[in-house]
Nanobody, 116 residues
Framework: QVQLVESGGGLVQPGGSLRLSCATS????????MGWYRQAPGKRREMVAT???????NYADSVNGRFIISRDYAKNTVYLQMNSLNSDDTAVYYC??????????WGQGTQVTVSS
């Protein structure tokens, strides 16, 4: 059963922008911190950005000022607006729904490739 549905990945040129989306059910969305993580080839998965249920955000230093995470309670969707992309941003991006004392939920991942 797929609980997190990601979309928006693709190929983009350096300096370009992409917006990732992750949709889920209302009960999951309303009760969990939502986040985006990424994993590049040969590297460990790393946190990109998170947003709590009350809207507090946290960003990795490498994306701070370029990426924006947001959540829409009407659509049960979390977004990651990615600007000024560079080759270091190339990775599979995973949506995450996290809640203390509960198992973390992961999406299937969406590929983002930054290349000219």
């Amino acid at each position: 059963q797929v609980q997190l549905v990601e979309s928006g990945g693709g190929l983009v040129q350096p300096g370009g922008s992409l917006r990732l989306s992750c949709a889920t059910s209302g009960p999951i969305f309303r009760s969990r911190t939502m986040g985006w993580y990424r994993q590049a080839p040969g590297k460990r998965r790393e946190m990109v950005a998170t947003i709590t249920t009350d809207g507090a955000t946290n960003y990795a230093d490498s994306v701070n000022g370029r990426f924006i995470i947001s959540r829409d309670y009407a659509k049960n969707t979390v977004y990651l607006q990615m600007n000024s992309l560079n080759s270091d941003d190339t990775a599979v991006y995973y949506c995450n729904a996290d809640r203390r004392y509960y198992s973390s939920i992961w999406g299937q991942g969406t590929q983002v490739t930054v290349s000219s």
